[in-house]
């Protein structure tokens, strides 16, 4: 079973406007954390927003803001105010494991900030 | 701090040719990783170091692959015998000492294999 599933190969966007990027996860666990990376064109992993398993308030970084929803096992991420510095490949990871050195990523969504 | 730093950005290479690529961490980070990741796919994890012991490995890394951190400092992944099937992007990461200490990548390097 895939650890992490982005569902979403693609989005669309208006600038200024929100927009929520899909992620569910799969794991026994108690403890993990779940991020969100975006990969501009360029290709470099930019780290944008980090949820731990036992943290009760939502993440919030800037626009960046993660929905936590740990009975559904989804760890979505809202993007607010997009710009056009948006587009990029976003995709959501999660470090497992009692001494926490795996992680695993999903296979990325598409979004495309349109003006 | 000047962050995750990998050369050469760009490598293209004949098959069956020797290729080694070089990360060096941020530097206080004790924690180094090293994933492949081709078009369309998110990152696959290929081998962790802590230190200089390189602790796990994934069964992705096959024996023509090899990786070294000898100081506990730098890395480097070297493929022998290249195959079409290597070209893909190779991305370093480094982490701090704390378990909920987040990965920070380099640029990567794109391997191409003619």
């Known amino acids: 079973a895939q650890k992490i599933t982005q569902t979403q190969p693609g989005m669309f966007v208006q600038e200024k406007e929100a927009v929520t990027l899909d992620c569910t996860y799969d794991t026994s666990d108690q403890s993990y954390g779940l991020f969100w990376y975006k990969q501009p064109s360029s290709g470099e992993m930019i780290f944008l927003i980090y949820q731990g398993s036992y943290d009760e308030q939502n993440a919030t970084e800037g626009r960046y803001s993660l929905n936590f929803q740990k009975a559904r096992k989804s760890a979505n991420l809202v993007i607010s105010a997009s710009q056009l510095g948006d587009s990029a490949m976003y995709f959501c990871a999660m470090r497992e494991g009692n001494t926490g050195n795996q992680f695993y990523f999903g296979t990325g969504t598409s979004l495309t900030v349109i003006p | ?114």
């Open chain 2, 1 to 114: 701090d000047t962050g995750v730093s990998q050369n050469p950005r760009h490598k293209i290479t004949k098959r069956g040719q020797n290729v080694t690529f070089r990360c060096d961490p941020i530097s206080e980070h004790n924690r180094l990783y090293w994933y492949r990741q081709t078009l369309g796919q998110g990152p696959e994890f290929l081998t962790y170091f802590q230190n200089e012991a390189q602790l796990e490995k994934s069964r992705l890394l096959s024996d023509r692959f090899s990786a070294e951190r000898p100081k506990g400092s730098f890395s480097t992944l070297e493929i022998q015998r290249t195959e079409q099937g290597d070209s893909a992007m190779y991305l370093c990461a480094s982490r701090g000492r704390q378990f909920t200490d987040t990965q920070y990548f380099g640029p990567g390097t794109r391997l191409t294999v003619l």
